[in-house]
């Protein structure tokens, strides 16, 4: 089993900045890689970023790509996403997932087997 606790929401003005953290506790070695989704109201979740754990190769959904950077700390099994420029529509509740086998699919929710209870950004106009 793998614990994931994010950290790091909140408010914020448009363009704005904020950075988000998540915690990995359990069996991290048998984790492949790590995401960030999101969720906004009335939306399906959808994919924002993922990281290998081994050489922290990343991976972007078009719409943070150049906004947003992930990175991942192995020593401290912490995965952070860094929001810069942020919009309105970046408003949502933000999920940090990890996935235990590898693959080149990183959009699918189903690629990923644990899961951080969530926590709210909420950019404002």
Do not use: H
Request: net charge positive.
């Amino acid at each position: 089993q793998v614990q994931l606790v994010e950290s790091g929401g909140g408010w914020m003005q448009t363009g704005g900045s904020l950075r988000l953290s998540c915690a990995a506790s359990g069996r991290i070695f048998s984790s492949y890689g790590m995401g960030w989704f999101r969720q906004a109201p009335g939306k399906e979740r959808e994919f924002v970023a993922g990281i290998r754990w081994r050489d922290g190769i990343t991976y972007y959904a078009a719409s943070v790509k150049g906004r947003f950077t992930i990175s991942r700390d192995n020593a401290k099994n912490t995965v952070d996403l860094q929001m810069n420029s942020l919009k309105p529509e970046d408003t949502a509740v933000y999920y940090c997932a990890a996935r235990a086998l590898s693959g080149s699919n990183w959009l699918a929710l189903s690629e990923f087997n644990y899961w951080g209870q969530g926590t709210q950004v909420t950019v404002s106009s």
